[in-house]
């Protein structure tokens, strides 16, 4: 391999060429030898429109006729004012301040920075600390490692040189966990046990809400969510939700919290926001927080990349919502579900543990990830671009796709296991 590329979480060793992409069209990946892939993962589940769709394409060839980028300290621009308006609109009621950054992760630094300088502001000296939840990825930056699943293999090589933060076990009771249902009682006990121990050093509680999707797509109950809103409230402990990867109708809802009808302090979306298009992070707080901040300019928010409210990708990210919003993206992805359940609900084969489906998520557990070696060539071979993590086989695909494409790559993840 001679390019100097380095590419992510690959050993570069014996690395043979990726193939080479030189476009795409809604679903489709294009190849430079003519092959066409079928992509099950919307590109890190970001490209929600799936590639080149004419209304991105479009919003975006005019923003860069415009303006294509500007500080946003001491100047503003249209697009960062509107998309800020926007977002406050579509996300539950109460989130009222929006701080833009660039990628997820910063999403994420910014949500715990906004969390441990509130908290110091409110002469808080203690609460330095979060808690996070076991089986949780909150991004690669090292704040946002400190947070993830500390016995999960990423990071577990720099555990000794990351912040310490205190964890909470992962919630076990299903989405559709019954408000009796003994496991759930016993998580909500471990909860409890875990709040009266750590609060009084706790700046804030961080979590994906119902669906834990990079530290092993833990599909959890929402009642689980009304108690972590429940104890922080009695602990004086602020709650952030890490959207990044459940935003935008990945879960079924337009944003997951919904349907637990919880809403945070802080709120973190990245990924869909701007159907994938470019790099944007929103970290929505509510007005109690920004209050927080109000006041002479010792008690200002200390952050802002380079590249915070990029005008292009703010106005990618007002053409996402609008396509969502105008072509009904939520029966979209309806469909799909229904698709996904049919297609996975039911299936058994020698190697698969568990299967589970939430909005356009659909994943196969295999025994062991030794298990799915084979699957990404097995796939190629296809036509689908398909990647398991860990031992799980997951399709996360742009809304676009077809419910027939979909079950092209259903019968692809199921077939792995029906073949090898
Ligand atoms: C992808 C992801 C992140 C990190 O976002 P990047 O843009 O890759 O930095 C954080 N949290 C969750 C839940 C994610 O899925």
Redesign the pocket.
């Known amino acids: 391999m001679s390019s100097p590329l380095w590419y992510p979480y690959t050993q570069m060793q014996n690395l043979p060429e990726p193939p080479l992409v030189t476009g795409g069209e809604g679903p489709w990946i294009h190849l430079a030898d003519g092959r066409k892939l079928l992509d099950a993962t919307s590109a890190w589940?970001c490209l929600i429109h799936g590639y080149r769709h004419p209304k991105m394409d479009a919003a975006l060839h005019q923003q860069v006729d415009q303006l294509s980028h500007v500080m946003l300290g001491g100047l503003t621009h249209q697009p960062a004012l509107q998309l800020a308006e926007k977002l406050v609109g579509i996300t539950p009621e109460g989130l009222d301040r929006v701080f833009f950054s660039d990628?997820?992760?910063v999403g994420?630094e910014v949500a715990m920075k906004m969390a441990v300088q509130y908290q110091l502001q409110q002469g808080q000296q203690k609460r330095t600390q979060l808690m996070a939840v076991m089986r949780a990825?909150?991004?690669?930056t090292s704040g946002?490692m400190a947070l993830c699943d500390p016995e999960e293999g990423m990071h577990q090589l720099f555990s000794g040189w990351l912040q310490q933060h205190p964890f909470t076990p992962a919630p076990r009771a299903g989405f559709n966990a019954s408000p009796d249902d003994p496991l759930l009682l016993e998580d909500l006990e471990l909860l409890r046990a875990s709040f009266a121990q750590q609060h009084t050093h706790l700046a804030a509680f961080i979590v994906?809400p119902l669906l834990q999707?990079?530290g092993g797509f833990n599909m959890y109950s929402p009642l689980w969510l009304r108690e972590v809103r429940r104890l922080c409230d009695q602990y004086g402990v602020l709650l952030i939700f890490?959207e990044?990867?459940t935003g935008f109708g990945r879960t079924g809802s337009l944003f997951a919290c919904e349907q637990a009808e919880v809403t945070p302090d802080i709120l973190v979306i990245?990924?869909g926001l701007t159907g994938g298009y470019l790099?944007l992070a929103a970290t929505l707080a509510s007005e109690a927080v920004f209050e927080g901040f109000y006041g002479d300019a010792s008690r200002a928010f200390m952050h802002g990349p380079t590249f915070m409210g990029n005008p292009l990708a703010c106005a990618a990210a007002l053409a996402s919502i609008s396509i969502f919003e105008e072509e009904n993206y939520l029966d979209k992805i309806a469909r799909l579900n229904q698709v996904l359940h049919e297609e996975l609900d039911d299936f058994t084969a020698p190697g698969v543990e568990s299967t589970r489906v939430l909005g356009a998520t659909g994943v196969l557990e295999a025994s062991s990830p030794e298990r799915l070696k084979g699957l990404k060539s097995y796939a190629l071979d296809q036509g689908v671009w398909l990647r398991s993590f860990g031992s799980y086989v997951y399709t996360m695909p742009s809304y676009v796709i077809q419910p027939e494409q979909l079950r092209e790559i259903t019968q692809v993840m199921k077939g792995y296991f029906e073949t090898s």
């Open positions: 589940w990628s997820g992760s994420i990825y909150h991004g690669d946002c994906e999707a990079a890490d990044i990867a990245s990924k790099g």
